[in-house]
Nanobody
């Protein structure tokens, strides 16, 4: 069982930066693939980025490549999402997710979820 708690969201102007954190409970954090998803009002939940259990492999949706960076610190049971050059279209609730099922990009691939943190980018 893994419990996830996100933090770091907020209001930022376009072009600005935010760093999201996701703190996980449980002794087996290092064995999970971790990911960030986001959901804008009236839209489906969207995959943003994922990172392998070791941190050696990452994958991003095209719309954030070159702007966002996912990382993890297994000693601190924490995964991060550094978001730079933010755009108004990045506005959404951002969710942290953990998977013991594999390294997919679909929400169905993830069996643990945080409560979400709001990111709002003003133009």
């Amino acid at each position: 069982q893994v419990q996830l708690v996100e933090s770091g969201g907020g209001l930022v102007q376009a072009g600005g930066s935010l760093r999201l954190s996701c703190a996980a409970s449980g002794r087996t954090f290092g064995s999970y693939v971790m990911a960030w998803f986001r959901q804008a009002p009236g839209k489906e939940r969207e995959f943003v980025a994922r990172i392998s259990w070791s941190g050696s492999s990452t994958y991003y949706v095209d719309s954030v490549k070159g702007r966002f960076t996912i990382s993890r610190d297994n000693a601190k049971n924490t995964v991060y999402l550094q978001m730079n050059s933010l755009k108004p279209e990045d506005t959404a609730v951002y969710y942290c997710a953990a998977s013991s099922l594999g390294a997919g990009t679909n929400a169905r691939d993830y069996n643990y979820w945080g409560q979400g943190t709001q990111v709002t980018v003003s133009s």
